[in-house]
């Protein structure tokens, strides 16, 4: 099992990833994408990142507004697996023009 960052590590590492926040024992960032389907490209991309990595974020669909969350459930908070994912998650909007 992973093991749960300290808020210490947590701040350093947000520092890397300026999109995101940090709401209690997970990190969330919202991105907004340039139509419907981008958004889902967006989603199903970062499905298959998530499989990958096996860890998977909780995911919000509004229209062009898609929420992602991140936490280690099993961890019981905050564990380097989830600013992996949320960097590729970052990659991955980037590349479908979603800010």
Do not use: C, Y
């Not at 967006?42 to 509004?62: K, M, S, T, Y």
């Not at 099993?74 to 909007?93: C, N, P, Q, Y």
Request: charged share 30%; glycine share 8%; net charge negative.
């Amino acid at each position: 099992m992973a093991e749960t960052l300290d808020d210490t590590a947590v701040a350093e590492r947000l520092r890397g990833l300026p999109a995101w926040d940090r709401d209690g024992d997970a990190i969330r960032r919202r991105v907004k994408a340039p139509s419907f389907m981008a958004g889902i490209d967006v989603v199903a991309e970062v499905a298959r990142a998530a499989e990958d990595a096996d860890h998977h974020p909780d995911i919000d669909i509004r229209w062009r507004t898609l929420t992602f969350t991140l936490t280690t459930h099993s961890a019981g908070g905050l564990t380097g697996k989830d600013f992996d994912l949320a960097a590729r998650i970052d990659e991955i909007a980037a590349r479908h023009g979603a800010q």
